[in-house]
């Protein structure tokens, strides 16, 4: 079941209650009184009338400065940096140190007041994915509420929850971090009933500087939960779940390893599809590769906390899709294209290669390779080894762009290798090299922005049979 999409209205006084603002505080000169707001809005350009509008500030902009723009949109209010408001504008204020605080301080009182049971999902890799899998998982059983998107940050996580609908008695919610001390405030936020950690690895580290600064973080959601529910956590690496089991002894570590606590009694594993068995109860997915196994896996393990029956989670694990180009098989022509465009650290493109190498291993197979972004120090080591990786599957035609383009791809030969530190200019030349019927993976992070790569795929194959 999916909750309806209807928020409940917000009104003065519970917006003054919540960031602590003195209950007489003056509306709009001469008007005053309760106001009620439809929603919250932080974006001047897309708020709608009703809407409260949040002014957020940063180092050099300040949102203030759109105020009037908010106001002829229709917004009855705004919280703002104190001594920003604007009195010609009619508009009620709310005025504080921090508007980003105050929009992380309005969703914190929405969620205490809310009687859902919200699951919390963060990690280095496989959070949307695990996020959307629960989802599905619980759709048969509860009114589902998630998480739009991979809107985790500390302005889009206060959004999510700024906009549940009231029938919704189970929230999923994606929790991201790219700075220490994120979590703990979203957790602070969120207050999760129960927590899932999909993994930690080389994401982040420049921020982070190495893996156990990643675990740090992560199990801040862990340390930050209300302490009802579950602590699940994937299996890989080792630290994980020894981290998990030192902070809660009855966390459960899901996957099909030998120290899984929560483990398939039998699994298949094909480029296109995974399986698994637990308790008699068959669960099927239309995906391939092991990563998504135990994001399953993990998302299963949740349901069963939850007391959902094995077969109604795996009725709804049965209908999961990838969301946009995350993991997604696609056929374009006669070509079999992974699309994986908004993650990438050197274990998800480790999986996406080992799923590419799987897929119809008659075929020829090619890589268009972006930057993994924000790996701090360790960036040109990553590059370089993922590189290796990529030469020794034996890629018939590679495309190293951004941070690749630096990798040294010793001993390529007899295979197509384009350079280019743009991956504008290797479109063109990566679509020349395909025979039109081969295995192709799209991998690199969002900011690569890759998806250009299977537009031009799909001008240049697309009419194909």
């Not at 991201?176 to 936020?189: H, M, Q, T, V």
């Amino acid at each position: 079941m999916t909750a309806a999409t209807q928020a409940p209205a917000l009104r003065s006084g519970w917006i003054r209650a919540a960031l602590r603002l003195d209950p007489g505080g003056a509306g709009s000169p001469g008007e005053g009184g309760e106001r009620a707001y439809s929603g919250v809005s932080c974006d001047s350009r897309t708020l709608k009338p009703g809407e409260l509008f949040v002014a957020l500030a940063g180092a050099r902009h300040d949102a203030a400065d759109f105020l009037p723009q908010a106001a002829a949109r229709g917004a009855p209010g705004a919280i703002v940096r104190a001594g920003r408001e604007d009195p010609a504008l009619g508009m009620e204020y709310f005025p504080v140190a921090d508007p980003l605080r105050a929009l992380g301080d309005l969703a914190a009182r929405s969620r205490r007041e809310s009687g859902a049971t919200v699951v919390a999902i963060t990690g280095s890799s496989g959070k949307t994915t695990v996020k959307e899998m629960i989802a599905c998982a619980l759709s048969g059983s509860r009114r589902v509420y998630r998480t739009e998107g991979n809107y985790n940050s500390q302005v889009g996580l206060p959004l999510t929850i700024l906009r549940a609908p009231p029938d919704a008695d189970a929230w999923v919610l994606e929790v991201g971090a790219s700075e220490p001390g994120e979590i703990a405030r979203l957790a602070e936020i969120a207050r999760p009933d129960h927590v899932v950690i999909t993994t930690v690895g080389a994401a982040h580290l420049e921020c982070f500087g190495d893996v156990h600064g990643v675990l740090r973080e992560k199990m801040a959601l862990a340390h930050g939960a209300s302490g009802r529910g579950a602590l699940i956590v994937g299996e890989e690496p080792a630290i994980l779940a020894d981290a998990a089991r030192a902070h809660r002894p009855d966390a459960i570590v899901a996957g099909f390893g030998p120290g899984a606590d929560f483990a398939p009694e039998t699994y298949a594993v094909e480029a296109d599809r995974i399986e698994f068995r637990r308790g008699g109860t068959r669960v099927a997915l239309g995906v391939g590769g092991e990563h998504h196994l135990r994001d399953a896996l993990i998302a299963a393990a949740l349901a069963e906390s939850l007391e959902v029956p094995s077969e109604a989670f795996a009725r709804g694990l049965s209908r999961y899709e990838p969301l946009g180009l995350r993991g997604a098989l696609r056929r374009i022509g006669r070509l079999t294209v992974l699309a994986d465009c908004y993650n990438a650290n050197p274990d998800s493109f480790r999986a996406a290669i080992a799923q590419t190498r799987a897929l119809l291993p008659s075929r020829r197979r090619a890589v268009f390779a972006g930057s993994m972004l924000e790996l701090g120090s360790q960036e040109a080591k990553a590059h370089r080894e993922i590189g290796d990786e990529m030469r020794a599957a034996g890629f018939d035609v590679i495309a190293a762009t951004g941070l690749f383009c630096d990798a040294p791809f010793d001993g390529v030969q007899g295979h197509a290798l384009i350079r280019a530190e743009d991956p504008e200019a290797a479109l063109r030349p990566f679509a020349d090299a395909l025979e039109g019927d081969e295995v192709v993976l799209v991998k690199g992070s969002r900011g690569a922005r890759l998806e250009r790569v299977i537009d031009e795929l799909e001008a240049r194959f697309g009419g194909g049979a």
